[in-house]
Nanobody
């Protein structure tokens, strides 16, 4: 069955770095755009970053530009989110999502990984 499994979350001090990973299985990974979203307590889920199937187009939310980097390895069915200069307001559950590039209604979510930025 389709699975997206995130990992790499945890507790980090302000100014620190974390690398999130998301492993996809059960679908043709290279045909899907991949996105990272986050949801803080009491807030709506928001898009953080996106990357097209061949990494040709990448977008970031304004709040993370210059600090976060999304990348993917289609050979390993992996997508990554390198986060640096972390701020307390980056604390949230981070989710990866796979979106079929030709049929965007066909999408899958991971279960999420908690990121907490605190001293």
């Amino acid at each position: 069955q389709v699975q997206l499994v995130e990992s790499g979350g945890g507790l980090v001090q302000p100014g620190g770095s974390l690398r999130l990973s998301c492993l996809g299985s059960g679908f043709t990974f290279k045909n899907y755009a991949m996105t990272w979203h986050r949801q803080a307590t009491g807030k709506e889920r928001e898009l953080v970053a996106s990357i097209t199937p061949t990494s040709g187009t990448i977008h970031y939310a304004d709040s993370v530009k210059g600090r976060f980097t999304i990348s993917r390895d289609n050979a390993k069915n992996m997508v990554y989110l390198q986060m640096s200069s972390l701020k307390p307001e980056d604390s949230a559950v981070y989710y990866c999502k796979a979106v079929n590039f030709l049929s965007p209604r066909n999408s899958y979510w991971g279960q999420g990984t908690q990121v907490t930025v605190s001293s």
